[in-house]
């Protein structure tokens, strides 16, 4: 009998297990929260198998996963959040990107191991070492990836902008993310799209840059993964959406992103 009953626990704990494990159909966003408007902290790539967190099963709501994300992250903080030793005061936010708008990926705790990797004006880039939870939809979205707005078919040209068509998405060719260090995973980053070109001065080590509000300079853009790149000009200053990797150039002064979408924000 005592037998049975341990082949029944063990039969019991496989089913459960399996049942925790969702097959990824297409590259799917994992999310700071059970929400399709949170921000995307990283993505699965189609063809992988996502595990919940154990201890979240209960509370997580229906059509959602919990996931573990082991990280490390690169992420920002205001210089003003630390304290005079270079540490994060808790409960500040930790931003996905160098401005006050962008997604929080997490809050500081007293325990967090960072390391200070780059500065853009007010913000810090930091490397947080830290075990996240993300979540992923399931069921009849399983590989839901949330769309980024472009300018609808049709529709009149905004103040300012182009009056030319409409502007589609710059194709990209498929990327694989599962596996890669977190810290150079492809994430959103929103801004000005501009021209570093200017016959006044030498030539900049990429063409292309995003700007703030401010038009101010905050990254580089590598465009080498589009393949369509000859619509690229018509992207000139408008605010855009890119998805992409970040990373500091050769000389740790500047963070150059290697775009693989770009789109009308």
Do not use: C
Not at 97 to 119: M, R, S, Y
Not at 147 to 161: D, K, Q, R, V, W
Request: proline letters at 8%; charged letters at 20%.
């Amino acid at each position: 009998m005592k037998t049975n009953t341990l082949r029944f626990f063990a039969a019991f704990l496989a089913s459960a297990a399996a049942l925790a494990a969702v097959p990824i159909n297409v590259t799917t966003a994992v999310h700071t929260q059970p929400d399709d408007t949170s921000p995307a902290i990283t993505f699965l790539k189609a063809g992988s198998d996502a595990t919940a967190t154990s201890d979240s099963l209960a509370s997580t709501p229906a059509g959602w996963m919990a996931i573990d994300l082991p990280g490390p992250f690169d992420a920002y903080v205001q210089d003003k959040d630390l304290t005079k030793s270079l540490d994060m005061k808790p409960g500040v936010p930790i931003r996905l990107a160098p401005e006050a708008t962008a997604g929080v990926l997490t809050t500081a705790t007293k325990d967090d191991k960072t390391n200070i990797t780059g500065q853009r004006g007010r913000w810090l880039q930091i490397h947080l070492e830290r075990k996240l939870i993300g979540y992923i939809r399931i069921g009849g979205t399983a590989g839901y990836l949330p769309p980024i707005a472009t300018t609808p078919a049709g529709a009149a040209p905004t103040a300012g902008s182009a009056a030319a068509a409409p502007m589609s998405p710059i194709p990209v060719a498929p990327v694989a993310y599962l596996g890669e260090s977190t810290s150079e995973l492809p994430r959103q980053f929103a801004g000005k799209f501009a021209s570093t070109r200017s016959p006044l001065r030498p030539r900049r080590p990429y063409d292309w840059a995003l700007n703030d509000d401010a038009g101010k300079r905050y990254a580089y853009l590598d465009v080498s993964k589009l393949l369509l790149t000859e619509q690229i000009e018509k992207y000139t200053d408008h605010q855009v959406v890119v998805f992409g990797a970040a990373r500091a150039t050769a000389d740790g002064k500047d963070i150059v992103i290697q775009i693989e979408t770009l789109q009308l924000k």
